[in-house]
C-alpha cells in the first residue's frame, strides 16, 4: 500500500512539473511575441510647427537645426507678452523649463507678472538674425524688441538674447535666458 501511495504522489508531482513546464514555455513564448512587437513597431514623434524637411532626434546629441527651429518658437514664446496672456505666457515658459532651472526662471517670470499684471504695457520681438551652437547647447537671436503701452509704440530697440539649454535623452529643456549684456558699457548688446 506504501507503494501505491508513493507511486500516486510521483505521479501528481510528475504532472504539476509537466503543467508548470507548460505555462513556462506558454509565457516565455508571449514575453517573445511581445519583445518582437515592440522591437518592429514604429516609434513615432510628431513634431510642432510644420518643418521645411524632415527632421531626426537622438540621443547621441541636439542637432543644428532642431535647436534653431526650437530656439525660433522659444524666443517668440519668451519675449512676446501682453498683461492679457501673462498666465498663460509664464506656464508656457514653465512647460519647456528644465527641472533644474525651473525655480529660478519661475522666480524671475513672477516678477516680471507681477510688475506687467496692472500696466498696459506689452511687447513683441521680431528675429532679425540667429546662431545656434549645439555643442554647447546655446543660442543666441537678436531682433527688434518693440514695447507697446497702450495703442503707442514707444520703443523699437535691437537686442541680443541668449537661451541656454539641457538636452537629455532626447528631451531639449529651457536651462536659461536673458539679454546679452555688454560688460564693458553694461549697456544691451545689440
Known amino acids: 500500500?506504501?507503494?501505491?501511495?508513493?507511486?500516486?504522489?510521483?505521479?501528481?508531482?510528475?504532472?504539476?512539473?509537466?503543467?508548470?513546464?507548460?505555462?513556462?514555455?506558454?509565457?516565455?513564448?508571449?514575453?517573445?511575441?511581445?519583445?518582437?512587437?515592440?522591437?518592429?513597431?514604429?516609434?513615432?514623434?510628431?513634431?510642432?510647427?510644420?518643418?521645411?524637411s524632415p527632421l531626426l532626434l537622438s540621443s547621441a546629441g541636439v542637432s543644428r537645426e532642431y535647436l534653431e527651429l526650437v530656439t525660433r518658437d522659444t524666443a517668440v514664446l519668451v519675449l512676446d507678452r501682453s498683461p492679457s496672456n501673462l498666465d498663460y505666457w509664464m506656464n508656457s515658459v514653465l512647460d519647456i523649463t528644465s527641472a533644474k532651472a525651473h525655480g529660478k526662471i519661475k522666480a524671475d517670470l513672477l516678477?516680471?507678472?507681477?510688475?506687467?499684471?496692472?500696466?498696459?504695457?506689452a511687447q513683441f520681438f521680431t528675429i532679425q538674425s540667429m546662431t545656434v551652437d549645439p555643442k554647447n547647447l546655446r543660442s543666441t537671436v537678436t531682433g527688434q524688441l518693440h514695447t507697446i503701452v497702450g495703442q503707442k509704440i514707444i520703443s523699437n530697440d535691437v537686442r541680443t538674447f541668449q537661451f541656454d539649454w539641457e538636452y537629455n535623452g532626447v528631451s531639449l529643456k529651457l536651462a536659461g535666458f536673458g539679454m546679452v549684456v555688454d560688460p564693458k558699457s553694461r549697456k544691451a548688446l545689440p
Request: hydrophobic share 45%; charged share 20%.
Open 111 to 121: 516678477k516680471v507678472v507681477d510688475e506687467q499684471r496692472s500696466s498696459s504695457i
Open 1 to 52: 500500500m506504501d507503494f501505491t501511495y508513493q507511486h500516486g504522489q510521483s505521479q501528481r508531482i510528475l504532472r504539476q512539473r509537466n503543467l508548470l513546464g507548460m505555462a513556462v514555455l506558454a509565457l516565455a513564448g508571449v514575453i517573445g511575441v511581445m519583445l518582437l512587437v515592440s522591437a518592429t513597431r514604429p516609434r513615432e514623434i510628431v513634431l510642432q510647427p510644420v518643418l521645411r
